[in-house]
């Protein structure tokens, strides 16, 4: 239970973007089986599949997360699989199949702005998410809930030292931060790890990268099934 007096020292509240403020992963996946019909003469969808997340994970260091790199991923995918005999118009097809995602409408999820009104003014609110930055700004723009952040910071990755960063530019200590998320993996065993708290709001689908096989359970940790019980425990 998320008791008031345990976070009593609370100054800010971090939010997730992709899976926690608006939708994202089932975009994602929809491109994933435009990708598999598209080379399907190759593999059976569940090769594919596994060869274009294999591809995905292995250029994590280079290009990051978002959507640019998973573009570069599905043309490095399908050259690997194809012997390098796929033709320009299928890459072409892939590069047409990506910037449909960069242009995807933003879908808030339920009760997102009615928690962010009732919690501004009463703690800082910031966004900490992974991505592309001009694509995760546009997006957040794009939603209209831009003007209830202090900061927003798009970071290459979510350990714990990049939340250690965070805190730095922050100003602030780890138990006066509250960090809200869609990801066991990402937004809450690192914020925990560093004596920080960590709220996970659960999303339909997750991507296979940020899935975690054991249970949670900490002292600092809270989970909730919808994103407005987190303002019932605040406030």
Not at 55 to 77: F, P, R
Request: contains cysteine; proline residues 2%; hydrophobic residues 40%.
């Amino acid at each position: 239970m998320l008791h008031k007096d345990k976070i009593s020292k609370l100054k800010v509240i971090a939010f997730d973007a992709d899976d926690t403020l608006f939708v994202n992963e089932p975009y994602f996946q929809e491109t994933e089986q435009k990708f598999c019909v598209l080379m399907e003469d190759y593999l059976s969808h569940q090769g594919l599949s596994q060869e274009l997340f294999k591809t995905e994970i292995q250029n994590l260091s280079l290009y990051g997360y978002g959507i640019k790199g998973y573009i570069l991923s599905m043309i490095e995918a399908a050259i690997q699989i194809s012997n390098n005999t796929i033709s320009i118009e299928v890459i072409a097809k892939i590069i047409e199949y990506g910037k449909e995602l960069l242009e995807k409408p933003i879908d808030l999820l339920d009760g997102v702005e009615e928690t962010l009104q009732a919690l501004q003014g009463k703690y800082k609110l910031v966004v900490a998410t992974k991505g592309d930055l001009k694509d995760q700004h546009s997006k957040l723009h794009r939603s209209g809930l831009g003007h209830y952040f202090h900061h927003i910071e798009v970071m290459s990755d979510k350990q714990e030292v990049d939340y250690e960063k965070l805190l730095k530019r922050l100003d602030i200590k780890a138990d006066e931060f509250l960090m809200i998320g869609n990801s066991l993996k990402s937004d809450v065993l690192p914020v925990l790890g560093i004596g920080g708290y960590a709220v996970h709001i659960p999303f339909h689908t997750t991507w296979e990268h940020e899935k975690i096989s054991h249970k949670v359970e900490h002292e600092n940790f809270f989970a909730f099934e919808k994103i407005t019980e987190v303002v019932n425990k605040l406030l």
